[in-house]
C-alpha cells in the first residue's frame, strides 16, 4: 500500500510516515481513512478536531485521522488557527512515543476498560496526593499525556494496569482515552514494574512499601523466604526484613495518621516494639494520645505525639524483665522466646515461612486437644 500524503500548510506535500507499530486496526470507531478516498471539499462543515474517547484505538489509527483531518481543513485555515495548532501537536507528540517492541501495542484506551487487580500500594482515600494529581491533570489537559500507562489484556476484554496509576487517573478526571502500553506481563512482571514505579516517587512511604511487600508475601510468595522476595526485588535481604517487620504496624493508629509518609521504617519500628511488648496497653496508649490531640494538629506534632506514647509504653515494659530463650536453627537464629508476666511471646525470624509456623501452632493445638481435660486444666 503506497503511503497517504496531503498538502501542509505552505503549500507543498507531506508524506504520511511509514508505520512505526504492530496494530493498525481501529476498533469502535471507524475513522481511519481509506485509500484512494477523495479530497474533502474546500469549504465543509466544521468539525472540532478533538480526541474522543474511543472505547480502544491504536496510535496508528489516531496519527491517521489526524493527517486527515488537518487536511481537509487546511481550506479552512481562516478562524481555525487555533484548532489547527492544537491538532498539529497532539499529532508531533504521537509521532514522538517509543516504537512498540515485538510483541506490544500501543492504544488509545477507554480508561474505564483498564482496571488494577494488584495489591494496594498506598493508603489512604486521597492515595495519589490531592495536589500532585489536580497538578497532572492540569499538565495533560495543556499539553497531553506522553508517558503511555504499562497494561496486559485480561481474558474478559479489559486491561489490567501494572503501571501509570497517576495517568490513568488524570485522563479519566478529563474524560479522555489513556495512552496505553499493551504488553504480554506474567504476575511477577506485573508487580515488579508496580514496584519500580514507585521506588521513583518520594510519595509513596517505608510504611506502605512494608504492607505491599508483606501482602504479595502472604498472596504470591507463599512459603518463600525474606531472601527470595528480596532478590526478586533488587532490595537487601536486611531491607526486607524491616518492610516485612514494620508491616506489622497497627491499622487503627495507620487510619488516624495525617501523613503516613511521615512515618520512617525508624518510627515505625518504635511503634511496632511497644504495641507487641503490650499489646492491649500499648496500643490504647498511643491511640487515647492521637484521638485527644486537636483535629488540625500539625503532621510532624502527630508524629510525635504517637512516639511520646510509644516510648512510654516501652518504658513501663522494660521494668518487667523480660526473660529470653534463642533457638537456633543451623548456625542461625530462628526464634526467641519472652516471658514478660504471665505472657510468653514467640517471634520467628523471617527465614521461617508463615505457613511453617501455623503448621507448628495447628499441630499444637491439635495434640492439646488430644489430651484429657484433666492434663490440660493441671497444667494451666
Request: charged share 35%; proline share 3%.
Amino acid at each position: 500500500m503506497e503511503a497517504a500524503s496531503f498538502p501542509d500548510s505552505e503549500g507543498g506535500v507531506m508524506a504520511k510516515a511509514a508505520s512505526r507499530f504492530h496494530a493498525d486496526d481501529l476498533v469502535g470507531d471507524g475513522t481511519a481513512p481509506r485509500a484512494g478516498a477523495p479530497a474533502a471539499a474546500p469549504h465543509v462543515q466544521h468539525k472540532p478536531i478533538v480526541l474522543r474517547k474511543a472505547v480502544e484505538r491504536t496510535v496508528d489509527s489516531r496519527i491517521a485521522e489526524l493527517e486527515r483531518q488537518l487536511a481537509e481543513r487546511d481550506s479552512e485555515k481562516e478562524g481555525l488557527s487555533s484548532e489547527l495548532a492544537e491538532a498539529k501537536a497532539e499529532l508531533e507528540r504521537l509521532r514522538a512515543v517509543p516504537s512498540a517492541d515485538e510483541g506490544e501495542e500501543l492504544l488509545l484506551l477507554d480508561p474505564d476498560l483498564v482496571v488494577d487487580m494488584l495489591p494496594k500500594d498506598r493508603s489512604g482515600s486521597d492515595a495519589f496526593g490531592s495536589d500532585d494529581l489536580e497538578e497532572l491533570v492540569r499538565s495533560i489537559s495543556a499539553d497531553g499525556q506522553h508517558d503511555a500507562i504499562h497494561v496486559r489484556r485480561a481474558e474478559d476484554g479489559s486491561y489490567e494496569i501494572a503501571a501509570g496509576r497517576r495517568r490513568l487517573a488524570a485522563c479519566k478526571r478529563l474524560g479522555i482515552s489513556v495512552l496505553a502500553r499493551v504488553r504480554p506481563l506474567d504476575r511477577l512482571a506485573m508487580l515488579r514494574l508496580q514496584y519500580s514505579e514507585n521506588e521513583r516517587r518520594a510519595s509513596i512511604s517505608a510504611l506502605e512499601r512494608g504492607m505491599w511487600f508483606a501482602e504479595i508475601k502472604a498472596s504470591d510468595y507463599k512459603g518463600s523466604t525474606a531472601r527470595k522476595i528480596a532478590s526478586d526485588f533488587g532490595v537487601t535481604e536486611s531491607m526486607m526484613s524491616h518492610y516485612l517487620y514494620i508491616a506489622r504496624f497497627p491499622r487503627a493508629v495507620l487510619s488516624r495518621l495525617r501523613d503516613v509518609r511521615k512515618v520512617s521504617v525508624h518510627i515505625a519500628r518504635q511503634v511496632v516494639d511497644a504495641v507487641e511488648a503490650d499489646r492491649e496497653e500499648g496500643l490504647k496508649k498511643i491511640l487515647s494520645a492521637l484521638d485527644g490531640a486537636p483535629e488540625d494538629i500539625d503532621p510532624d506534632a502527630q508524629i510525635s505525639l504517637m512516639l511520646g506514647a510509644s516510648v512510654r509504653s516501652k518504658q513501663k515494659t522494660k521494668g518487667q524483665k523480660l526473660r529470653s530463650e534463642h533457638f537456633v536453627l543451623r548456625g542461625r537464629r530462628c526464634a526467641t522466646l519472652a516471658r514478660s508476666g504471665n505472657t510468653s511471646l514467640i517471634r520467628f525470624s523471617t527465614e521461617i515461612s508463615h505457613e511453617r509456623v501455623r503448621e507448628l501452632l495447628a499441630r499444637f493445638v491439635e495434640e492439646e486437644n488430644a489430651k484429657p481435660v484433666e492434663q490440660r486444666s493441671s497444667r494451666e
